[in-house]
């Protein structure tokens, strides 16, 4: 696996430590930022990594290039053991269309999601489905279909409303928030049958310029 890591530390760009894609000098400076978003008033949102230019590279690897094991490494060193504090019963992630899964074969807030359930030991589960042609799509069925409605795009899943009905909170991993309208959006779609459910999001990459 180590001859097809790069040599210089992704978040740095200076050499890396032998068999370490994110150097020993980075690993420290993974720690939770918790952001604001005027959309999202009164939910907690954690982040990891500033959207900059050269952290940009990462994602774009991590999305075009098909290299999971970028998120692997980042994520193998963060502590999430903060999250006990906030007793969260599910664990779901923002997802894509299928034609979105076909083009790119993964969705990468998933496999996020996934190595955050392991580490605090938690169930994860496709909460949310996201139609980008509403009339063209064969997967969801027509109740499913029914709550696509304009500027929303994500619909729940019919086999999932019992249990988001049943749980009191909520962690919704996404890759990256920027104005967090996309996860406002799959927040009202989880409130429109629970809404009383807690929500906490987690995101790897914030921008820094929106309020
Ligand atoms: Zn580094």
């Known amino acids: 696996m180590s001859f097809l890591l790069p040599d210089y530390c992704p978040?740095?760009?200076?050499?890396?430590?032998?068999?370490?894609?994110?150097?020993k000098k980075c690993i420290p400076e993974l720690k939770p930022v918790e952001i604001k978003r005027d959309v999202l008033k009164g939910v907690i949102i954690y982040s990891f990594l500033p959207y900059s230019e050269k952290h940009r590279y990462i994602l774009h690897q991590i999305?075009?290039?098909e290299k999971k094991f970028y998120i692997d490494d980042i994520l193998c060193r963060i502590d999430f053991s903060?999250?006990?504090?906030?007793?969260?019963?599910?664990?779901?992630?923002v997802p894509m269309s299928l034609s979105g899964i076909i083009?790119?074969?993964?969705?990468?807030?998933?496999v996020i999601a996934r190595i955050i359930s392991k580490k605090i030991k938690k169930r994860f589960y496709p909460i949310l489905g996201k139609s980008k042609y509403s009339k063209q799509s064969?997967?969801?069925?027509?109740?499913?279909?029914?709550?696509?409605v304009k500027n929303n795009p994500f619909?729940?899943?019919?086999s999932m409303y019992k249990r988001i009905r049943e749980a009191s909170s909520i962690l919704i991993v996404d890759d990256l928030v920027t104005t967090g309208n996309t996860i406002k959006a799959c927040i009202n779609r989880i409130k429109d049958i629970n809404?009383?459910?807690?929500?906490?999001?987690?995101?790897?990459?914030?921008?820094?310029d929106i309020k």
Do not use: M, V, W
Not at 11 to 23: E, F, M, V, Y
């Open 195 to 208: 809404p009383n459910i807690k929500f906490y999001i987690i995101t790897l990459f914030y921008t820094e």
């Open 63 to 65: 999305k075009f290039e």
């Open 155 to 158: 619909y729940l899943k019919r």
């Open 11 to 23: 978040l740095c760009n200076n050499k890396s430590d032998p068999l370490l894609l994110i150097c």
């Open 103 to 110: 083009l790119r074969g993964f969705n990468q807030s998933r």
């Open 82 to 93: 903060f999250l006990h504090k906030y007793n969260i019963d599910l664990i779901t992630y």
């Open 138 to 148: 064969l997967k969801e069925t027509a109740e499913e279909r029914s709550q696509i």
